[in-house]
């Protein structure tokens, strides 16, 4: 069955850094790699999206990278803020009918 | 658009008692996802819709979860008779997916959070 890590559930770093989560799945090669973005007590929101025939995706201070061959997709935030903390979450189409699943999220506080 | 709109935010009930879920998608949307949130489980996907027709419902849990689209605005979900282990976050998402339009982006409601006592 299809399986969706995310590098860890907590993950800290101080203003200004770069926060590097990491996606990893197996058994399937989905067509699509998505990011959302959860606070406290909210829905999840879409961030970005990533095809797997594309390795990059940018949008303002993040970044996204796709590795089919490794199974992995990467999420980069670059001068983190105290407003980035939040759950991050990333979703592979792992159905015939596009279905979303979703990996079980990384926690990111960014220290001022 | 007011987004996805779901009812009720938060619902406390005992168990063996019938619970509703509601939830009304973005206009113009064709496809309808029940997603649930736990802490130790993360979000799993429970059932999909397509132009109001269950795709795929291989992640309902027992046959005490039915999950029903009569109208391209309305989906329900019910639990019957609900146990302890049901209290989660249950979220509705809508997408555009297969109109043409989009990239299958999830736009989710803000969830009802269940307590079955």
């Known amino acids: 069955s299809q399986k969706i890590e995310q590098n860890s559930e907590a993950l800290n770093i101080q203003e200004g850094k770069t926060a590097t989560l990491t996606c990893n799945y197996t058994?399937?090669?989905?067509?699509?790699l998505q990011w959302y973005r959860q606070d406290p007590g909210r829905g999840p929101v879409f961030l970005l999206l990533i095809r797997e025939n594309e390795k990059e995706k940018r949008k303002e201070r993040l970044k996204v990278t796709f590795d089919t061959t490794l199974k992995q997709s990467l999420f980069h935030i670059t001068a983190s803020q105290p407003a980035d903390s939040a759950t991050y979450l990333c979703?592979?189409?792992?159905?015939?009918?596009?279905?979303?699943?979703f990996g079980t999220g990384t926690s990111l506080t960014v220290i001022p | 658009d007011a987004g996805v709109i779901q009812s009720p935010r938060h619902e406390v009930t005992e168990m063996g008692q019938e619970v509703t879920l509601r939830c009304k998608p973005i206009s113009g949307h064709n496809s309808l996802f029940w997603y649930r949130q736990t802490m130790m489980r993360g979000l799993e996907l429970l059932i999909y819709?397509?132009?109001?027709?269950?795709?795929?419902d291989s992640g309902m849990p027992e046959d005490r979860f039915s999950a029903k689209m009569p109208n391209a605005s309305f989906s329900t979900l019910k639990i019957q008779p609900s146990e302890p282990r049901d209290s989660a976050v249950y979220f509705c998402?809508?997408?555009?997916?297969?109109?043409?339009?989009?990239?299958?982006?999830?736009?989710f409601g803000e969830g009802s959070r269940l307590t079955v006592l």
């Open positions: 998402a809508s997408s555009g997916l297969g109109s043409g339009t989009n990239t299958g982006e999830l736009f």
């Open positions: 979703a592979l189409d792992m159905g015939p009918g596009n279905q979303f699943y």
């Open positions: 058994n399937y090669s989905p067509a699509y």
């Open positions: 819709f397509n132009n109001n027709v269950p795709i795929d």
